[in-house]
């Protein structure tokens, strides 16, 4: 019977062990949940040019958000109206010339957003039209 409680008591004495060092381990974890992230991975920067009348797809990258996405707006004299989806928008530079603030805001979490500034330019080169002059019968080119 001694033989049989020395045997319990080393079996309860490792049972607390093994409790004890996974209660040690489970308590240093982080337990936190990962933190939501919206970025654009096409415009790392923030920041992009384009002409008047040219149109820019921007897709906002999300993570920890389960699959929800990004809801979109847009700030300054260059915004035009936005064609949205929860993972890109659509730019047509159609307004005026200047800046607009593009703003992607995570669904799962309204507090994380991202920002890309857009720079609309006057497009100083025009396109050319080159014309191939052929002189009228008769006339002196």
Request: aromatic share 4%.
């Amino acid at each position: 019977m001694i033989l049989a409680g020395r045997a319990t008591r080393r079996l309860v004495q490792r049972l607390l062990m093994s409790a004890c060092v996974v209660a040690g381990a489970v308590a240093q974890m982080d337990c936190r949940a990962a933190a939501v992230t919206v970025e654009f991975p096409d415009f790392p920067l923030g920041a992009v040019i384009v002409d008047l009348g040219q149109s820019l797809t921007i897709n906002a990258e999300t993570q920890n958000d389960g699959g929800k996405g990004v809801t979109w707006s847009c700030s300054g004299g260059a915004c035009t109206t936005l064609t949205t989806t929860p993972h890109w928008a659509a730019f047509h530079a159609s307004g005026i010339t200047g800046e607009a603030i593009v703003t992607a805001t995570s669904v799962q979490q309204p507090s994380v957003r991202a920002t890309v500034t857009v720079t609309v330019n006057l497009n100083l080169v025009p396109d050319m039209k080159c014309e191939l002059l052929v002189p009228h019968p008769g006339s002196s080119v």
